[in-house]
């Protein structure tokens, strides 16, 4: 068990849930997902092929400028691997009609979660990204965990839509 987190897709944000004046537990591979996906990861110095394809730019400001903003958390600085997805910078994507968007979240949440492969914590991990049946402006996406020794897998479904929707 671990703290449970609750996200408003709304806000776009993440918090505690709290219960009976208590904070309230919740599956720790949940909680993993949630702080995986939705914490901000520093953004790489050079963009892929696929995040140019959908639009995605480079950090506004000059390399070490105080205009740069790749995000991140400080603490990643000393780490092997940083934490947290880089959905983040879906805000600066063309929002709609490309079919290479949900490509680029598959391929940013397999970075994100592939550290639960590598410690052994999922044996295998799948993403699937659509565009949402109801929203155009927004991105579903099933997030797949199969824990070892476990029957079935664990089936978790998000969204992102850009603010101001």
Do not use: H
């Not at 918090?15 to 599956?27: C, E, N, P, T």
């Not at 680029?104 to 044996?123: K, M, N, R, S, T």
Request: net charge negative; with cysteine; aromatic share 10%.
């Amino acid at each position: 068990m671990d703290i449970a987190l609750a996200w408003d897709v709304t806000r776009a944000e993440g918090d505690w849930v709290i219960k009976d004046g208590d904070l309230a537990l919740d599956s720790s591979l949940r909680s993993a997902l949630l702080v995986s996906l939705f914490t901000d990861r520093v953004a790489p110095e050079t963009l892929s092929a696929l995040d140019t394809a959908v639009g995605l730019s480079a950090a506004a400001g000059a390399t070490g400028s105080a205009n740069e903003d790749r995000r991140g958390w400080w603490a990643d600085a000393w780490a092997d691997k940083p934490i947290g997805s880089r959905l983040w910078q879906l805000q600066r994507t063309i929002k709609s009609g490309q079919a290479s968007l949900p490509r680029e979240v598959e391929a940013i949440c397999y970075e994100a979660l592939q550290w639960l492969v590598d410690d052994g914590v999922a044996q295998s991990v799948v993403v699937a990204a659509q565009f949402s049946p109801t929203n155009r402006q927004a991105v579903e996406f099933t997030v797949t965990v199969q824990e070892p020794g476990r029957n079935a897998p664990q089936v978790f479904l998000f969204s992102w839509a850009w603010k101001g929707l």
